[in-house]
């Protein structure tokens, strides 16, 4: 059975897409902590990111760290930060989180609420952004 994530990399489901290479696929969280928050995922299915083989999840993570880099192009913050928590979706992903303070990357604080048309505009400048 599909994930909700695989469905959204294989185009199934719409997402607010920043970038993705044959093996992994960034998007927008459409519940963000804060604007920019995304996620980066494998495009093959793995419900523990610490099941992920070491190369595999080494090569994610640089995949994310140029993600991160186009984020901090885009939104004015100090750092971006990372979790990897997995509970939600059971599929391995990163949170990337503009950061600001500690409690910006607060998983228990009340989220974001951002209009459709200011998700496209973010996805759209963050992918700009993105190097391949």
């Known amino acids: 059975m599909s994930t909700l994530f695989s469905k959204i990399a294989a185009g199934e489901i719409p997402s607010y897409k920043i ?39 080494g090569a994610l993570f640089i995949f994310a760290q140029r993600v991160a880099k186009a984020i ?33 990357i607060d998983f228990s604080q009340p989220r974001c609420e951002l209009a459709t048309e200011e998700l496209r505009k973010l996805s759209l400048e963050i992918s700009k952004a993105f190097i391949l």
């Open 19 to 57: 970038a993705e290479d044959n093996r992994f696929y960034a998007f927008l969280d459409i519940n963000p902590l804060r604007p920019g928050h995304t996620l980066v995922i494998p495009k093959r299915e793995v419900d523990y990111i610490f099941d992920l083989p070491q190369e595999e999840a």
């Open 72 to 104: 901090k192009q885009v939104i004015p913050c100090k750092r971006i930060g990372v979790a990897v928590i997995g509970l939600e979706v059971p599929h391995a992903h990163i949170h990337l989180i503009p950061l600001n303070r500690e409690r910006d």
